[in-house]
């Protein structure tokens, strides 16, 4: 498939979308969304990937949604482009997504970042939701997501301040799941992906369930619900083959069923 604002790559299990506008420190525009929602999509589709990674240059992760795509727009247009819309699709692919950020992640950026399921950031990283700024306010997820990420009182600082946070406060607030040099970002990025992808297939799949149910439900309903899908990898033969290659002290070897 050709794309014209990623660049996609399969490496082993691993599916790479690295988004590519660097005239725009890579805002997400319409077409960006459309096709990292097209490229997420497949790969999502394809026994062959284990995991997602989800990068943008060393300068950008993505500086935000495209502020003069947007600026013209009536409250209307918004509502009825559902401009937003696909990229509620990404948050919904099975695969695990590790977003690996360089530099700025400001606005949907950030919000993109947090659709994913790790972040893993360069210590040139720099997170934000500035589009108080712009006298509007997040629209992918900000006011939502980073709550559950960093607690309200930093969210609100950084939400109602427009101000950026480093790598360092990213990552003790808990946005950030590890920090590294920005120099070994991908090497590093690429090991955690490649661990990722090695395991079962449908164990992934029921995790990234459960936590996402996490983030939504009561805590009794994310315990029933843990314990259904738990169960339910007891009928994998892969379950049966991890705890053999315990028992007989090797690597398991799964087949993903
Ligand atoms: C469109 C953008 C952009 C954006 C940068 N550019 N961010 N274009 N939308 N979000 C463009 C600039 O216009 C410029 O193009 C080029 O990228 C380089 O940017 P500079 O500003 O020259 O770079 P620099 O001086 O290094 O400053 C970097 C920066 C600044 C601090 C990141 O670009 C910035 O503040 N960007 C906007 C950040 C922001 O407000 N994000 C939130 C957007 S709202 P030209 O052609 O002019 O040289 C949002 C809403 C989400 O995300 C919710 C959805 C509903």
């Known amino acids: 498939t050709d794309y014209a604002t990623i ?32 490229a997420a999509t497949r790969f999502d589709a394809d026994e062959g990937i284990g995991a997602i990674v989800l990068t943008g240059s060393e300068r950008a992760f993505a500086a935000g949604a495209d502020i003069k795509e ?19 699709t990404f948050a919904a692919v099975r695969t695990p997504v590790i977003a690996a950020v360089a530099g700025y992640a400001l606005g949907g950026g950030c919000e993109l970042a947090m659709m994913c399921d790790l972040i893993i950031a360069a210590d040139t990283a720099k997170f934000g939701q500035p589009e108080i700024n712009l006298g509007v ?8 997501r980073l709550i559950r990420a960093v607690g ?16 360092a406060e990213a990552e003790r607030a808990g946005l950030v799941s590890r920090v590294v040099p920005a120099a070994d970002l991908l090497d590093e ?30 805590l009794a309903e994310g315990l029933r619900f843990e314990r259904h899908v738990f169960a339910s990898l007891f009928d994998t033969a892969d379950q049966k083959e991890g705890m053999a290659a315990f028992r007989e002290k090797r690597p398991p070897e799964f087949t993903n069923r």
């Open 7 to 38: 660049i996609v790559e399969t490496r082993g299990r691993v599916g790479w979308i690295t988004i590519n506008r660097p005239e725009a420190l890579n805002a997400l525009n319409t077409q960006v969304c459309a096709e990292i929602v097209d």
């Open 70 to 88: 947007m600026e013209a727009k009536s409250g209307l247009d918004m509502l009825m482009g559902d401009h937003f819309g696909g990229w509620t």
């Open 137 to 144: 306010m997040p629209g992918m997820g900000g006011s939502q």
């Open 152 to 167: 309200y009182y930093k969210a609100a600082d950084l939400i109602l301040t427009g101000r950026t946070m480093d790598a």
């Open 189 to 218: 990025v690429g090991k955690v992906a490649d661990t990722i992808a090695s395991k079962s297939l449908p164990s992934l799949y029921a995790a990234k369930a459960a936590l996402d149910a996490a983030m939504e439900t009561p």
